[in-house]
């Protein structure tokens, strides 16, 4: 029996001829000599064949411990001695006190300017943004922000606007000072490196509410617990991408800098942080989109803003209530995150950098300008956005949402509508998932989970998604875990469709990437809040439309990252495969993803974690389960209830992370 051809899925420099070898092993036979697949293979069996005799995944009540009753004592007793214990008294009550007096204290700076002057502010510094020049970047950025507040005007929620704002300008400069600092420790000490990866690696799998719940507990309601949330979920961007910068710093030039007798400190202010600016504004850019997601959010625990009439509205239903501070979140977002953006390109601007003397003077006359604008408003009385220039756009969308469900929700000839595809992917996507994970034995799961985990991470993955599922049926959130579970599975299922499809699409034809570029851009920037709006106009309040969001919140990335990893695969094996005579679909599958595999596995790990993240929120319209119940205890103030939900959404984002995370040597190959 003669040898098997080489295939392309296993060397990329010698690709076979297309068409079947004549002899070696057929696909079943190469399979089982596999082992990591035979060990999967074994684990799903054990699982099928327990669930098809038992039909019964109940986790046992003897292995239940309470956790709900001593989290109920301790808030219990962190209420009745927030006025009077030293803990609160010389340490968490100057945190909450100087945080609360910074955001009034932006505020009342914000309310002074009045509205001419705080649009004068961001048209000026847009402009900046763009090379305070005549340039189109220059004048398109400017544009923006005038846009940008003359809606937020015009739709009557300036004062909830400045709110909103108020409080990122203190959150950002915060976490991104902190981000600096643990940036530095990690980019300078490759002890401390090793210490935080870790750890900004939980965080970056961990949904936005598990970040309210403790510090709610801790401050009560209101303003310091979004603050303090918001610095922790925001600044670990800022810290990774620094770190990043200067451990990627030009060699050569640290090297003449250190020749020239420059000090370990010189060389950092001289050398490495010039060096690292670029990733440094990146970081800046992710900690501002951070703060403002999480800002948004943080309207359940009192954070007021815009967040707040969305939320209202989310309650209700009422989704023309909600329109006019969503189109001020997509606006202000849009905004940032373009202005932010501006700042990094202009790093890599070929123009020569203005002087020290000429950026002294423009910001004076900014400064100048801002000041005139302020003192006319003053002088004209108009501080405060004029009534008559309001309009209300609540009822004509309420009107619509109405036109929609009426004409729209079923009843389409031919595709149903809208309503019927909701009731259509609960009954044959979610609920069988849900009824199958139910009727699998607990031990059953905990064994395929942690085949699942070793194969990714090997053993100590493994440990971790065990205890971490362990840890769930121990607190008795079994079931509603599962339902979470299911939801999560069956929208994952659906991103991962779509986002490959379109990934290799628009890697393999230019226009379409061109043409999705600018909504993937868009769709990047919104807050995860924004998404339920238009589910609720669409769907109703279910389960698939906190579904339908978490695929929409997901895909960009999936998309992004799948057709990335297509276009960097070496041109020389796809030239190989096409001289040999490849189909165009040969050449995909034989080549193209089996060589975009760690890729596409970085992919898969980036849509478990957004996919979780934004159940959870959908929770709020529909989604119930473990995301119902941290909202109710973060609303109703029962956090015995929200924070043992929480725990129990940490331990799925853990468990998620550690099945879906390819291993060090992969991740390092889809980086490259």
């Known amino acids: ?142 544009g923006t922000a005038f846009g940008t507040f003359a809606v937020i005007g015009v739709l009557d929620v300036w004062e909830e606007a400045m709110e909103t704002l108020a409080l990122m300008v203190v959150c950002v400069a915060v976490a991104g000072l902190v981000g600096v600092l643990l940036g530095l420790a990690a980019g300078l000490s490759d002890r401390a490196e090793r210490i935080l990866r870790p750890v900004f690696d939980t965080m970056q799998v961990l949904p936005a509410f598990s970040y309210l719940l403790p510090f709610v507990m801790m401050f009560d309601v209101g303003t310091p617990a979004v603050f303090m949330s918001t610095v922790i979920y925001a600044a670990p961007p800022m810290a990774r991408l620094t770190s990043l910068g200067l451990r990627g710093a030009d060699a050569a030039a640290l090297e003449a800098s250190r020749s020239l007798g420059a000090s370990a400190w010189q060389r950092l202010w001289t050398a490495r942080l010039p060096l690292a600016r670029k990733p440094m504004l990146l970081g800046l850019n992710q900690t501002i989109m951070m703060s403002l997601s999480m800002v948004v959010l943080a309207t359940v625990v009192g954070a007021g803003g815009l967040g707040d009439p969305i939320f209202t509205a989310i309650s209700t239903l009422d989704v023309g209530l909600a329109a006019p501070a969503g189109i001020a979140i997509v606006l202000i977002a849009v905004w940032l995150d373009r202005t932010t953006g501006a700042f990094g390109e202009r790093v890599d601007d070929s123009a020569p950098p203005r002087s020290a003397v000429a950026t002294r003077v423009l910001w004076a006359v900014i400064v100048a300008l801002v000041a005139a604008a302020t003192a006319l408003g003053q002088a004209l009385g108009r501080t405060e956005w004029p009534e008559n220039w309001v309009v209300s756009i609540s009822q004509p969308i309420n009107e619509a949402v109405g036109w929609i469900e009426r004409e729209l929700g079923s009843g389409v000839p031919v595709i149903g509508g809208t309503l019927t595809w909701a009731n259509g992917f609960i009954r044959f996507g979610i609920n069988p998932l849900f009824d199958a994970l139910l009727a699998t034995p607990w031990w059953a799961l905990l064994l395929v989970v942690g085949v699942l985990a070793y194969l990714a991470g090997r053993w100590r993955a493994a440990v971790t998604a065990v205890l971490a599922l362990g840890a769930i049926g121990a607190m008795g959130l079994w079931n509603k875990s599962m339902d979470t579970l299911s939801q999560v599975i069956a929208a994952l299922v659906v991103t991962l469709i779509l986002g490959f499809a379109i990934g290799v699409l628009a890697a393999r034809v230019a226009w379409v990437e061109r043409a999705i570029r600018p909504v993937l851009d868009t769709m990047q920037t919104l807050p995860a809040f924004i998404y339920l709006i238009p589910m609720i106009a669409l769907f109703g309040s279910n389960p698939s439309a906190a579904a339908v969001a978490s695929v929409i919140y997901a895909l960009p990335a999936v998309v992004r990252i799948t057709a990335q990893g297509i276009r960097q695969i070496d041109p020389s094996a796809l030239e190989a495969a096409r001289s040999l005579g490849a189909s165009t679909g040969q050449q995909l599958w034989q080549v193209q993803l089996p060589l975009a595999r760690p890729a596409l596995l970085v992919a898969l790990n980036q849509g478990v974690v957004l996919v979780l993240s934004m159940v959870v929120i959908g929770g709020m319209i529909g989604g119930g389960a473990l995301g119902v119940d941290v909202v109710r205890g973060l609303t109703k103030g029962d956090l015995g209830l929200g924070m043992t939900s929480g725990i129990a959404i940490v331990c799925l984002g853990l468990l998620l992370d550690r099945i879906s995370q390819p291993g060090a040597e992969i991740k390092e190959r889809a980086l490259r």
């Not at 990591?36 to 099928?48: E, G, I, R, S, T």
């Not at 064949?49 to 109920?72: C, E, I």
């Open 1 to 142: 029996m003669s040898a098997a051809p080489t295939s392309v899925l296993e060397k990329k420099d010698a690709v076979s001829p297309p068409g079947p070898p004549s002899e070696g092993p057929g696909p079943l036979a190469g399979f089982l000599r596999n082992p990591k697949a035979v060990l999967l293979l074994c684990a799903v069996l054990v699982a099928v064949v327990s669930a098809a005799v038992t039909a019964n995944g109940v986790w046992p009540s003897d292995l239940t411990v309470d956790v709900r009753s001593p989290l109920d004592d301790l808030n219990t007793w962190m209420a009745e001695n927030r006025d009077t214990h030293p803990l609160f008294l010389y340490f968490l009550l100057h945190i909450s006190n100087t945080s609360q007096s910074a955001v009034d204290g932006v505020f009342s700076g914000l309310e002074s300017l009045g509205f001419i002057g705080v649009t004068v502010a961001a048209v000026l510094i847009s402009w900046y943004a763009g090379g305070a020049d005549l340039r189109r970047r220059a004048l398109s950025l400017a």
